[in-house]
């Protein structure tokens, strides 16, 4: 596609209930990545595919998220058993190149989720 | 460890004026990329301005600009000729290999007319 696509833009769910976002980058781009922006806050890094590499999880904050890159395209980042603490905009991006001259990653519109 | 400082939490310009938004950073690693991203109250992240860490010179793009100042560990934002489309958040961030973008707290831009 023309750019990065995260469905859905928004997620209202309950407390304690599992959920999954999905991210669909750049045809062709090899690297992607997810992010979470809490309310006013910097951009947290959570985990990192690149090609068929095995991701890096590093920024993952428990074990309750979990996230998959089939095909070497679209990700899904899973949320179980969320908490109210899990509220906030989750951001994915893709870039082409992985080091070297780096013209930025392009990053989705987010998908904002509230937990109640 | 990599850190990016951005050490002011708000900013206000006159329109038409230059501003001036502070980053500094930390590594040990002699290659790395700097970035700057805008973030419109929308909620994208608009990828402004790159700086790699053995460019020679500041990179430019249009009305941005990155003064670097390498043995100072800063990479601050120079917007020339503020305009009120410039009033959002801005983020300072690091690439080390290209792996993942390490990013500062952010500083918000506000323009006054």
């Known amino acids: 596609g023309a750019g990065v696509s995260q469905s859905p833009s928004n997620k209202v769910t309950e407390k304690g209930k599992d959920v999954e976002l999905r991210c669909d980058p750049i045809s062709g781009h090899t690297a992607l990545y997810w992010y979470r922006q809490s309310l006013g806050q910097g951009l947290e890094f959570l985990i990192y595919?690149?090609?068929?590499?095995?991701?890096?999880k590093s920024g993952l904050p428990s074990d309750r998220f979990s996230a998959e890159r089939t095909g070497g395209s679209v990700s899904t980042l899973t949320i179980q058993r969320t908490q109210q603490e899990d509220s906030a905009v989750y951001l994915c991006a893709s870039s082409l190149v992985v080091g070297g001259p780096n013209y930025g990653y392009t990053f989705g519109s987010g998908t904002r989720l509230t937990v109640v | 460890a990599q850190k990016i400082t951005q050490t002011q939490p708000g900013m206000f310009v006159q329109e038409k004026e230059a501003v001036t938004l502070d980053c500094t950073y930390d590594t040990s690693d002699p290659s790395y990329g700097l970035f700057w991203y805008k973030q419109p109250s929308s909620g994208e992240m608009i990828f402004l301005i790159y700086q790699g860490s053995y460019d020679q010179q500041n990179a430019t793009e249009g009305r941005y600009s990155l003064n670097f100042q390498k043995a100072r560990k800063s990479a601050n934002l120079v917007i020339s000729a503020s305009q009120l489309g410039d009033s959002a958040m801005y983020f300072c961030?690091?690439?080390?290999?290209?792996?993942?973008?390490?990013f500062g707290a952010g500083t918000i831009l506000r323009v006054k007319s």
């Open positions: 961030a690091m690439s080390l290999g290209g792996n993942k973008l390490v």
């Open positions: 595919f690149q090609g068929n590499s095995a991701p890096d």
